[in-house]
């Protein structure tokens, strides 16, 4: 069975840091494009950081250029995004999403892709 499992949301306070996890099973990730898409209350889905199959390009939001981080470990069949500097605009839920296709085009959210269930991220003091 093909399945994406994000993990690592939690509640932080302005200025703190959080890393996701989204682990793989039923396939390898080192095959497939990799990104991490957030949708908060009452808001479209939005791509947050991505990476190509090959691993050489990288497509950040402007909002968190800077701040995210997208990773991949392949021996661990893992994608991680570690987010420092967070912002109370940053709380949504964070979801990774793996596509056969070369890249993520402009990290936009497509259905062609594998999604996980989604972890928490809340921002707030």
């Known amino acids: 069975q093909l399945q994406l499992v994000e993990s690592g949301g939690d509640l932080v306070q302005p200025g703190g840091s959080l890393r996701l996890s989204c682990a793989a099973s039923?396939?390898?990730?080192?095959?497939?494009?990799i990104g991490w898409f957030r949708q908060a209350p009452g808001k479209e889905r939005e791509g947050v950081s991505c990476?190509?199959?090959?691993?050489?390009?990288?497509i950040s939001a402007d909002s968190v250029k800077g701040r995210f981080t997208i990773s991949r470990d392949n021996a661990k069949n893992t994608v991680y995004l570690q987010m420092n500097s967070l912002k109370p605009e940053d709380t949504a839920i964070y979801y990774c999403?793996?596509?056969?296709?070369?890249?993520?085009?402009?990290?936009?959210?497509?259905?062609?892709?594998?999604w996980g269930q989604g972890t928490q991220v809340t921002v707030s003091s």
């Open positions: 039923g396939f390898t990730l080192d095959s497939y494009a």
């Open positions: 990476m190509s199959r090959s691993g050489g390009n990288t």
């Open positions: 999403a793996a596509t056969s296709s070369p890249v993520f085009r402009l990290c936009v959210p497509t259905r062609n892709a594998y």
